[in-house]
């Protein structure tokens, strides 16, 4: 990204920056979802984000409500994968197995368009019209998938998210800054 694209993202976002940070939907939580509408609308792949979306900060297990949401996605025959851009290596492999998914890592980080990449040869998916990219920060999840044309779902963190200070303060700048 340019400094003047920087500038207009993170510090002074204009109307264009302000639509690639809006998220299609806003849900409570993952287990808000209505995946029977998304799937009605011809979405067929979904993309978690993982800390604060699935789990609380860095924990190994899904947060209340994650799984029973998850399993519906799944019967309804959705096709799944997570996406972080800090899981630790340790923790990739027992997320996994919870979360039923397999979960990538992001490199490039998000939202750097080629983040995706994972999760789209997964998929083996050549376009992001079908994707819905469901995540808690507007400058990561939600501005990679709409740079990329897929549906973007804002789900709020978990009440006891254990939040590290960084991640709280960059969440409640965002928020201000794009003003949701
Ligand atoms: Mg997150």
């Given at each position: 990204m340019s400094l003047s694209g920087i500038i207009r993202t993170y510090a002074l976002p204009d109307a264009e920056a302000r639509k690639l940070c809006a998220p299609d939907e806003h849900c409570t939580s993952v287990a808000e979802i209505d995946f029977e509408e998304l799937w009605n609308a011809g979405r067929r792949h979904l993309v978690f984000d993982v800390d604060g979306t699935l789990t609380r900060y860095h924990s190994p297990v899904p947060g209340p409500g994650v799984m029973g949401a998850l399993r519906k996605a799944s019967s309804l025959g959705f096709a799944m994968c997570a996406l972080s851009n800090d899981v630790e290596s340790d923790r990739v492999k027992s997320l996994e197995v919870m979360l039923e998914m397999p979960v990538f890592m992001a490199s490039p980080k998000k939202p750097h368009p080629r983040a995706l990449k994972p999760a789209m040869r997964y998929f083996e998916l050549r376009n992001c019209n079908n994707l819905v990219v469901v995540g808690d920060r507007l400058l990561t999840d939600i501005l990679v998938g709409n740079r990329v044309g897929a549906y973007t779902i804002l789900a709020d963190p978990f009440?006891?998210?254990?939040?590290p200070f960084g991640i709280a303060v960059a969440r409640l700048y965002e928020r201000v800054l794009y003003r949701i």
């Open positions: 009440q006891d998210n254990n939040d």
